[in-house]
């Protein structure tokens, strides 16, 4: 089973997905929680100084040691990473393609036909790369989720490419 998704169509870049990495990708969601309430855009910039501001603030307070508090949370992550069911947004890496501006529509093809959507629709995409802390490896290697949650209980699956017409 191929495990390499390309980008490839009307984008300046044709460019390969790994989804055996993302699990290390501070950009993945949790796909438990992810669908429940609205979804709020986040700043990444935003989010970043916020993270090294509360670093600062604890080293300040607590000195450069890791206290008993940080190692429990670091546990905490780790085991999570272990149980977790994680999706990435597709949305930056076809930023990283950079569409061509005639573009319309993005096409996902899979093993059983391919999958047609409006270019808006396609790049709020959720692709799901792990269940219950295992790759998709029978159905995979990624199922792809509208960014609504409105297909979370039945996704798009065995996808091999993204094309972008």
């Known amino acids: 089973m191929e495990k390499i998704i390309p980008i490839q169509g009307k984008v300046a870049f044709t460019i390969t997905l790994d989804p055996g990495v993302w699990i290390f990708d501070d950009r993945r969601v949790d796909l ?52 977790g069911t994680f999706g990435m947004p597709l949305k930056p890496f076809l930023k990283n393609a950079e569409i061509k501006e005639d573009a319309k529509s993005l096409l996902l093809v899979t093993t059983e036909g391919e999958v047609s959507m409006p270019l808006e629709v396609g790049q709020e995409l959720i692709l799901g790369f792990s269940k219950d802390g295992k790759p998709l490896l029978e159905d995979g290697p990624v199922y792809a989720f509208y960014g609504d949650g409105s297909n979370k209980h039945q996704p798009i699956k065995n996808i091999r490419s993204v094309a972008i017409k």
């Open 32 to 83: 438990t929680t992810y669908f429940e309430g609205s979804q709020e855009k986040v700043d990444d910039l935003e989010v970043y100084k916020k993270s090294m501001s509360k670093h600062w603030d604890r080293e300040i307070m607590e000195g450069a040691v890791f206290p008993p508090t940080l190692k429990t949370e670091k546990k905490f992550e780790k085991e999570k990473i272990l149980t």
